[in-house]
């Protein structure tokens, strides 16, 4: 059997492992009567039903035609490794070493997913950027945000 | 009169200083997002809703509000100047209005964009001040199993009207619906899917969603893209008034977009996007004069019918949001969460229980509107130079935003894990082709679902066929039905496609 429709093809395919994981998950919770629905009754029911989608889904995409097949093109692996990378490590370091430290390291690494990377242009960027953030969010609207290093504010 | 009472007390509300600023501040910043590409009013509604905690709850809704209907502004600037759209709305603006700007009229352009978005705005907020309050009171007349099927209904309009594959689009809101399952069960006090993990007991922030998919997922798909050339017809714009010949052509598409985008606002899944690819398919319909311009070519009714649409669309898809707590679009969802944040329970008591809360909302849209044409008429060469700034200073900023506002959110770096999560979930989405908007729609309105099916199902001693019996639930249900049936026909699915194709 060829698959004509590749982006629905797994796209149906996520549909049924996730909504088959989630009606296994609520088999562990009460299922209750109708009368008295427990805390499993909703999800079982919502779980089965998108498995039943991405089912059809999955008949679609062998049986309808698609012009080009669909294909789901390359990923975009290293933009997303870099900033989501980035991001990860702003949760790491923001309360350990505060936004002086994490936010600059954030810019910077991110910075490295565009095409062009200038080193000047991206350290005007973090100073303009840190500073801007300190001045809105931690001056302007008094969030609580840890500014420095615990190791310098002890 | 009750409506001029009302409309008096949110006046009232909506004319303090600091109500005024907020609303302004909006304005501004939609004005912005909607001028730069890549950044829409989802993305930065859920970006700024963790600092809307040191706020009130009506300054804090003011501003949000004033960033979507800023943002559909500053979105036709960019889709008349750059032929880019800088809001999904403007994608038909671009069609007409660049071919103007080629031409040498740019300024006549933006006015009759301005100036509709304007008149549309301003009628807009009367519709809303008088349509809200009938509404509220059918609402006090529902039960539960009137609200899940009213929910029911909402998210399959959310779908039938966006583009795409319906099936997909309605696996998408059970996945929202299942993603709002993670949370601590309201009825019994059992933690459902935490895996031990504390934080997942409250559920997952939907901001954390909303700033993954939205905001990450964005990013990383637009730096995958070759970046695009741009010609900016920045030096063309003089001469900003139109003629009388404009004016006489603009009014009646003014008139159509407006009366069209207002009902479509109102419907499930409609809102500023939908009114505006109506509105220009009308005005391709409609005669004018013997000899204009014709469509695709520089005509003036095609840039002025969608921009008022799509202004009035933004505005009056708040009425279900504010009568009924449902939210209509993820912009309304984000509304929702916002109305939440405050400790406000979205639903038909907000009128009377937060009467300069809602009031004042719907007074500060006409002041914002105001405020917009001044902002963006007059000074429309600050916008043109903000398009000069790359995407590569701009992304790192977008960034750095919203990993402080995850942080903030609880003060614990959990969310933010989360939204790099749902990064990787919205990259995936995009590939897949899978519309994320409908996801977050379901998780929104996933809690609130449940809690009405087992109350309706607890009150009928589990008789399903309550939703059947009581008669405008099973109206509710017919018509989502009936929607569904509707738009698989293939008639009307051929048609469907082929509006969407148009951009």
Same mark, same amino acid.
């Given at each position: 059997?060829k698959?004509?429709?590749?982006?629905?093809f797994?796209?149906?395919?996520m549909?049924?492992v996730?909504?088959l994981?989630f009606?296994?998950?609520?088999?562990?919770?009460s299922?209750?009567?109708?009368a +008295?629905?427990g805390?499993?009754?909703?999800?079982?029911?919502?779980?089965?039903?998108?498995?039943?989608? @991405?089912a059809?889904v999955?008949?679609?995409?062998?049986?309808?035609d698609?012009?080009?097949?669909?294909p789901?093109?390359?990923w975009?692996?290293?933009?997303?490794v870099?900033?989501?990378?980035?991001v990860?490590?702003?949760?790491l370091?923001i309360p +350990?070493?505060?936004?002086?430290v994490?936010?600059p390291?954030?810019?910077?690494?991110?910075s490295?997913?565009?095409g062009?990377f $200038?080193w000047?242009?991206?350290?005007v960027?973090?100073?303009?950027?840190t500073?801007?953030?300190w001045?809105?969010?931690i001056?302007?609207?008094?969030l609580t945000?840890?500014?420095?290093p615990t190791?310098?504010?002890? | *009169?009750?409506?001029?009472?009302?409309l008096?007390?949110?006046?009232?509300?909506?004319?303090t200083?600091?109500?005024?600023l907020y609303?302004?501040?909006?304005a501004?910043?939609?004005?912005?997002?909607?001028?730069?590409?890549?950044?829409?009013?989802?993305?930065?509604?859920a *970006?700024l809703?963790?600092?809307?905690?040191?706020?009130d709850?009506?300054p804090?809704l003011?501003m949000?509000?004033?960033i979507y209907?800023g943002?559909?502004?500053?979105?036709?600037t960019?889709?008349i100047?750059i032929?880019?759209p800088?809001?999904?709305?403007?994608? &038909?603006t671009a069609?007409?209005?660049?071919q103007?700007?080629?031409k040498?009229r740019a300024g006549?352009?933006?006015?009759a964009?301005?100036?509709g978005s304007?008149?549309?705005?301003s009628v807009?907020?009367?519709?809303?001040a008088?349509?809200?309050p009938?509404?509220?009171?059918?609402?006090?007349?529902?039960?539960?199993?009137?609200y899940?099927s009213?929910?029911?209904?909402?998210?399959i309009g959310a779908v039938?009207l966006?583009?795409?594959?319906?099936?997909?689009?309605i696996a998408?809101i059970?996945?929202?619906l299942?993603?709002?399952?993670?949370?601590t !069960?309201v /009825?019994?006090?059992v933690?459902?899917?935490?895996f031990d993990?504390?934080e997942l007991t !409250? @559920?997952?922030?939907f901001v954390a969603i909303?700033m993954g998919?939205?905001?990450?997922?964005e990013i990383?798909a637009n730096l995958?893209?070759?970046a695009? $050339?741009r010609?900016?017809?920045?030096k063309?714009? #003089?001469?900003l008034?139109p003629?009388?010949?404009d004016?006489?052509?603009?009014?009646?598409?003014v008139l159509?977009g407006?009366?069209?985008?207002?009902?479509?606002g109102?419907?499930p899944?409609?809102?500023?996007l939908?009114?505006s690819f109506a509105a220009?398919t009308?005005?391709?319909?409609?005669?004018?004069r013997p !000899?204009?311009v014709p469509f695709?070519?520089?005509?003036?009714?095609? =840039?002025a019918?969608?921009?008022?649409a799509?202004?009035? @669309?933004?505005?009056?898809?708040f009425?279900?949001?504010?009568?009924l707590?449902?939210?209509p679009?993820? =912009?309304m969802a984000l509304m929702?969460?916002?109305?939440?944040?405050?400790g406000?329970?979205?639903?038909p008591?907000?009128?009377?229980?937060?009467p300069?809360?809602?009031?004042?909302?719907?007074?500060?849209?006409w002041v914002?509107?105001?405020?917009?044409?001044?902002?963006n008429?007059p000074?429309?060469?600050?916008? /043109?130079?903000l398009?000069t700034?790359?995407? +590569?200073f701009?992304?790192?900023a /977008?960034?750095?935003?919203?990993?402080?506002?995850l942080?903030?959110?609880?003060?614990n770096n959990?969310?933010v894990?989360?939204? &790099?999560?749902f990064?990787?979930v919205?990259?995936?989405?995009?590939?897949?082709?899978?519309?994320p908007?409908?996801?977050?729609?379901?998780?929104i309105?996933g809690?609130?679902m449940?809690?009405n099916? +087992? #109350?309706?199902?607890?009150?009928?001693? @589990?008789?399903?066929t309550?939703?059947?019996?009581?008669?405008?639930?099973?109206?509710?249900?017919i018509?989502?039905?009936? *929607?569904?049936?509707? &738009?698989?026909l293939?008639?009307?699915k051929a048609? #469907?496609?082929?509006?969407?194709?148009?951009?």
């Amino acid at each position: 059997m060829k698959i004509k429709s590749q982006k629905d093809f797994w796209s149906g395919i996520m549909f049924i492992v996730v909504g088959l994981g989630f009606a296994w998950g609520a088999t562990n919770y009460s299922m209750g009567s109708s009368a +008295r629905p427990g805390p499993g009754y909703f999800p079982l029911g919502l779980g089965f039903l998108l498995a039943f989608l @991405g089912a059809l889904v999955v008949f679609q995409s062998l049986t309808i035609d698609t012009r080009d097949g669909d294909p789901i093109g390359p990923w975009p692996f290293k933009q997303a490794v870099i900033i989501l990378g980035a991001v990860a490590l702003f949760g790491l370091t923001i309360p +350990r070493l505060g936004m002086a430290v994490a936010l600059p390291l954030l810019i910077g690494i991110s910075s490295l997913a565009s095409g062009e990377f $200038h080193w000047k242009e991206v350290l005007v960027n973090v100073v303009v950027l840190t500073v801007g953030c300190w001045l809105i969010f931690i001056k302007g609207l008094g969030l609580t945000i840890p500014l420095w290093p615990t190791f310098i504010t002890g | *009169m009750d409506l001029f009472n009302n409309l008096a007390i949110g006046f009232g509300a909506a004319f303090t200083l600091q109500n005024l600023l907020y609303a302004f501040g909006g304005a501004v910043l939609g004005t912005l997002i909607g001028v730069l590409p890549g950044l829409g009013p989802v993305a930065t509604i859920a *970006m700024l809703l963790p600092s809307i905690y040191a706020l009130d709850a009506t300054p804090a809704l003011i501003m949000l509000a004033g960033i979507y209907y800023g943002s559909q502004y500053g979105g036709s600037t960019t889709a008349i100047l750059i032929n880019v759209p800088g809001e999904s709305a403007s994608v &038909v603006t671009a069609i007409d209005g660049y071919q103007m700007a080629r031409k040498g009229r740019a300024g006549a352009a933006l006015a009759a964009a301005g100036l509709g978005s304007f008149f549309a705005g301003s009628v807009a907020t009367m519709v809303v001040a008088a349509f809200a309050p009938p509404l509220t009171e059918l609402a006090f007349k529902f039960g539960p199993a009137e609200y899940f099927s009213l929910m029911v209904v909402g998210l399959i309009g959310a779908v039938v009207l966006a583009s795409g594959s319906l099936v997909k689009a309605i696996a998408m809101i059970l996945l929202g619906l299942l993603l709002g399952q993670i949370n601590t !069960d309201v /009825i019994s006090g059992v933690p459902r899917y935490s895996f031990d993990v504390p934080e997942l007991t !409250d @559920g997952i922030g939907f901001v954390a969603i909303a700033m993954g998919i939205f905001g990450f997922g964005e990013i990383i798909a637009n730096l995958g893209r070759p970046a695009e $050339h741009r010609e900016v017809f920045t030096k063309d714009v #003089r001469g900003l008034w139109p003629t009388r010949q404009d004016f006489k052509d603009m009014a009646p598409a003014v008139l159509r977009g407006t009366t069209l985008g207002s009902i479509l606002g109102v419907l499930p899944g409609g809102g500023a996007l939908l009114a505006s690819f109506a509105a220009y398919t009308l005005e391709k319909k409609s005669k004018g004069r013997p !000899d204009e311009v014709p469509f695709g070519q520089g005509n003036i009714r095609g =840039v002025a019918g969608p921009e008022s649409a799509n202004n009035a @669309g933004a505005q009056t898809s708040f009425i279900p949001m504010l009568t009924l707590g449902i939210p209509p679009n993820a =912009v309304m969802a984000l509304m929702v969460g916002a109305m939440t944040i405050k400790g406000i329970q979205p639903g038909p008591q907000v009128m009377t229980s937060n009467p300069e809360l809602f009031w004042g909302l719907i007074a500060s849209m006409w002041v914002g509107n105001l405020m917009l044409i001044v902002l963006n008429l007059p000074l429309i060469g600050i916008w /043109i130079k903000l398009l000069t700034v790359p995407y +590569r200073f701009l992304f790192p900023a /977008i960034l750095a935003f919203c990993c402080i506002g995850l942080y903030t959110l609880n003060n614990n770096n959990f969310d933010v894990y989360m939204a &790099v999560l749902f990064g990787l979930v919205g990259l995936a989405f995009y590939k897949l082709g899978c519309e994320p908007a409908p996801l977050l729609l379901g998780f929104i309105l996933g809690p609130m679902m449940e809690e009405n099916l +087992r #109350r309706a199902l607890l009150l009928s001693r @589990g008789d399903w066929t309550t939703f059947l019996t009581r008669p405008l639930s099973a109206a509710l249900l017919i018509a989502a039905v009936l *929607m569904i049936v509707v &738009v698989s026909l293939p008639s009307i699915k051929a048609k #469907r496609e082929e509006a969407f194709q148009e951009d």
